[in-house]
């Protein structure tokens, strides 16, 4: 969590108390350099794997680069989850601790209509 917005961390702390499945931060999921993000986006295009995002990190900036974003994944049954069902349990319970603890409205990337990124939230 280093680099990530001291209100985000607490938010987090909060959550993963009585979350309805345990959670956590995998690696490139909180403060990213520009490279680090330009290597995200590379993924899907000069890299194998598939799309992860549409941010290049130097024209178009990602929230991760100031440290006002984070992305989770649920640990379930000993291990990592990215299941809908998993994700949007978590996302609900930590949207409902950022405005009843600390009234912020935390944005989540599942409730995106265009690129949705279940994992991701941000301030
Ligand atoms: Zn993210």
Redesign the pocket.
């Known amino acids: 969590m280093n680099g990530i917005d001291s209100v985000l961390i607490e938010i987090i702390e909060e959550a993963i108390v009585n979350s309805p499945f345990d959670f956590g931060i995998p690696q490139y999921?909180g403060l990213r350099t520009a490279e680090d993000q330009n290597k995200l986006y590379q993924q899907g295009r000069d890299l194998p794997g598939s799309i992860v995002t549409n941010v290049d990190g130097y024209v178009k900036k990602?929230?991760?680069q100031t440290g006002k974003?984070?992305?989770i994944y649920a640990y379930v049954d000993g291990k990592a989850s990215w299941k809908v069902e998993h994700l949007t349990a978590i996302a609900e319970h930590l949207k409902q601790i950022a405005k009843d603890c600390y009234g912020i409205e935390l944005t989540w990337?599942g409730d995106w209509t265009k690129f949705k990124?279940m994992?991701?939230?941000?301030i």
Do not use: M
């Open positions: 999921g990602s929230y991760h974003a984070f992305d990337g990124d994992p991701h939230f941000q």
